[in-house]
């Protein structure tokens, strides 16, 4: 496919489990703000036509960005939850984007993201309901009681963390995610609101070094991934 595409980046969050001064996304990574990495990544790839940024209604970090690498970087006020934000990122899209064409959703905690896979993204789930960046369970998989004493081994096949970004059809995605809003249904992704609507979003397996940046360890990690990976 060769359209560009718009991609919305929640950044609406609070960051309580990293604890810091400021939102997490504002904190400083390699000499800039995390965010700055995850939207420049995003700006730079080839693909992506602009940027939507969700910001949370006090937010008095933003520093005021509104192109990148020659793109436009726009803004809107997010929600309570991440799905109310990229709700409010949707609704905010340009007039351009229709209804039928295909947007990405990105957490803007996730700086490490690769150009390749995103590629990848684009090119696969445009051939199917849309889809999601995620990697197959590597680990053993443990099913614990409220004590953290291990009372099972849950079976890891056909098990998958998901990432971002995400890709769905703008229309699809707000009518689904309008429809989990209605019924106060937390969702944790995108993909999650899909698959309540009907669909079966394609996992695109990407690079596990996509971390979403939500504790400190993870600041340092981060770091060190965004110097080796492009
Ligand atoms: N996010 C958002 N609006 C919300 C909550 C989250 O736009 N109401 C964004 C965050 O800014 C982040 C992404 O969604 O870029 C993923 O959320 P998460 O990692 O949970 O970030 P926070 O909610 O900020 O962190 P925490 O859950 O620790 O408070
Ligand atoms: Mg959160």
Redesign the pocket.
């Known amino acids: 496919m060769s359209r560009l595409l718009w991609c919305v980046v ?9 604890g810091a001064d400021c ?3 504002y904190l400083p990574l390699a000499g800039k703000p995390l965010i700055v990495h995850t939207l420049e990544r995003l700006a730079a790839h080839p693909r992506i036509a602009g940027l939507l940024v ?1 910001l949370g209604a006090q937010d008095e970090h933003w520093p005021g960005i509104t192109a990148l690498h020659g793109k436009q970087v726009s803004t809107a006020v ?5 799905s ?2 990229v709700l409010a990122g949707l609704d905010a899209l340009p007039s351009e984007v229709g209804d039928g064409d295909f947007v990405l959703v990105h ?3 996730r700086p490490c993201v690769r150009e390749a896979d995103i590629t990848r993204l684009v090119d696969r789930a445009a051939q199917a309901d849309g889809g999601l960046l995620g990697a197959p369970l590597r680990d053993t998989l443990k099913r614990a009681d409220e004590d953290g004493h291990s009372l099972a081994t849950e079976p890891r096949e056909q098990r998958w963390r998901a990432f971002t970004p995400q890709m769905f059809r703008r229309g699809e995605l707000v009518s689904a995610l309008r429809a989990v809003a209605l019924d106060g249904r937390p969702v944790s992704d995108e993909a999650m609101a899909m698959e309540l609507a009907g669909f079966r979003p394609l996992l695109v397996e990407g690079a596990e070094d996509n971390i ?1 940046v ?1 504790t400190a360890a993870d600041l340092a990690l981060a770091e060190f991934l965004l110097a080796r990976t492009a």
């Not at 997010?78 to 991440?82: K, L, S, T, Y």
Request: hydrophobic fraction near 30%; charge should be positive.
């Open positions: 929640p950044a609406a969050g609070r960051g309580t489990r990293m939102p997490k996304q969700v997010g929600g309570a939850e991440r109310d934000s957490d803007a905690a979403k939500t």
